[in-house]
């Protein structure tokens, strides 16, 4: 098991940019794999971003593709996101998480061992 603690939310204005970091402990960091899910309220948790465990491969949401960027530091344990040209509609608690072993179906929440407990994103216009 994995703990994880984001941070880097915040209220920010269209257009902007911010970048989350999730802090993680416990186990190896190397032997997660790791995503980025965010959740608007009364909506489902969505896919935004993963990377392997090495950080050779990345994927994306189609809503994010080319603005947002996902990266880790593995001699700190960290991931993060990197969000550019916030739009309104990126308002949402962001959430990272962790999965070990094979990375199939990293678009699907269902898939990850470990979470944290989010830190909220308000863009305003």
């Known amino acids: 098991q994995v703990q994880l603690v984001e941070s880097g939310g915040g209220v920010v204005q269209a257009g902007d940019s911010l970048r989350l970091s999730c802090a993680t402990s416990?186990?190896?960091?190397?032997?997660?794999?790791m995503g980025w899910f965010r959740q608007a309220p009364g909506k489902e948790r969505d896919f935004i971003a993963a990377?392997?465990?090495?950080?050779?491969?990345?994927y994306y949401a189609d809503s994010v593709k080319g603005r947002f960027t996902i990266s880790r530091d593995n001699t700190k344990n960290t991931v993060y996101l990197q969000m550019n040209s916030l739009k309104l509609e990126d308002t949402a608690t962001y959430y990272c998480?962790?999965?070990?072993?094979?990375?199939?179906?990293?678009?699907?929440?269902?898939?990850?061992?470990?979470w944290g407990q989010g830190t909220q994103v308000t863009v305003a216009s």
């Open positions: 990377i392997t465990w090495n950080g050779v491969s990345r």
């Open positions: 416990g186990r190896s960091f190397t032997n997660y794999h």
């Open positions: 998480a962790a999965k070990s072993g094979l990375f199939l179906n990293y678009h699907h929440l269902k898939n990850y061992d470990d």
